[in-house]
């Protein structure tokens, strides 16, 4: 299987979708979600569907309803406009790594095999992991590890990888595994490595600009009573989709008119994220750090 959808039911429902309407999946992969909105779509409905892993093109769903694009999700505005689908009624954003992205040594996503340390979710791009530890300047390097991973002592990992990376390069896992091994304590071992490599995934892809410019055009694309069904995986993501569906910023300042009423662009359908249960966890261990939110444009 390319992927294994998350909280496949309790997205689908919150689209809350009609025969006739026009969805997006903003992150198609395997097409796994895609394939249960069409199963509740008409003859006469649309899904369009982004993913800039081209690897996701092998698993176009043959259906004339289907639109798929393989670009990345923050030119979601540009692509529904050249394909005349505005407004549209539901959009649905999985934001984890696929299981094959994963699955598969060469593209340097798992902590598990140790391949290239590339983490590209578009490969016709040149920025590489590999290339952001053998160049980046050493503040820079903490800067990334701190932010996006995470991570107290990003100054400290930060100067071990340019101390080392002065007497032989970084192109593995491996590698860097003996470069960092000093920082991985016993028994949290897989819990550093995950904000390492969440850490250069974020810098890499540029994820959360990505995120924010998606969010954003959500708002402006979805006609009143759409729905936004957003998946996150770690709390840096999930806080700017709770921040922008609560107060339609992403530093969840509430905006108040003149009488002191809080105005919000969206109607929040989860008051509290929606979580895997222990079935899911049990087959698809990589849910468990799942999060659903769901919001509806007033």
Same mark, same amino acid.
């Given at each position: ?45 649309? @899904? ?27 030119? @979601? ?48 791009? &040149?920025?590489? /992991? ?10 820079? @390097? ?21 101390? /080392? ?74 806080? @700017? ?7 339609? &910023?992403?530093?969840?300042? /509430? ?5 002191? &009423? ?37």
């Amino acid at each position: 299987m390319y992927h294994q959808p998350v909280l496949l039911t309790e997205s689908i429902e919150s689209l809350n979708i009609r025969p006739d309407g026009i969805y997006v999946d903003a992150t198609y992969g395997g097409g796994g979600h895609s394939q249960e909105i069409l199963k509740r779509l008409g003859k006469s409905g649309k @899904l369009l569907g982004f993913d800039r892993d081209e690897d996701a093109l092998a698993n176009k769903i043959d259906d004339d309803r289907v639109i798929l694009i393989n670009h990345n999700y923050r030119f @979601l505005k540009n692509f529904l406009t050249y394909y005349n689908a505005l407004p549209v009624d539901g959009i649905l954003a999985d934001l984890g790594v696929s299981s094959h992205q994963f699955d598969v040594a060469g593209r340097g996503f798992s902590i598990r095999l140790s391949g290239e340390l590339d983490m590209r979710m578009n490969r016709r791009q &040149n920025l590489t /992991a590999a290339r952001v530890l053998n160049e980046y300047e050493e503040e820079r @390097l903490a800067k990334v590890f701190r932010d996006y991973g995470e991570l107290t002592n990003g100054h400290s990992i930060a100067a071990r990888i340019v101390k /080392a990376r002065s007497e032989k390069s970084i192109a593995t896992f491996d590698d860097l595994r003996t470069v960092l091994s000093r920082f991985a304590h016993p028994g949290r071992e897989n819990k550093f490595w995950a904000r390492v490599f969440q850490a250069l995934r974020i810098e890499i892809n540029n994820e959360l600009d990505a995120l924010k410019e998606m969010l954003e055009q959500a708002l402006q694309v979805l006609k009143p009573g759409g729905r936004l069904v957003v998946i996150s995986y770690h709390s840096l993501e999930d806080r @700017l989709v709770k921040h922008f569906m609560k107060t339609g &910023n992403f530093e969840g300042i /509430a905006q108040k008119d003149f009488f002191g &009423n809080v105005h919000s662009p969206f109607k929040m359908i989860t008051k509290k994220p929606v979580v895997p249960g222990s079935e899911e966890i049990s087959t698809n261990s990589r849910s468990r750090s799942a999060r659903l939110r769901v919001a509806e444009k007033q």
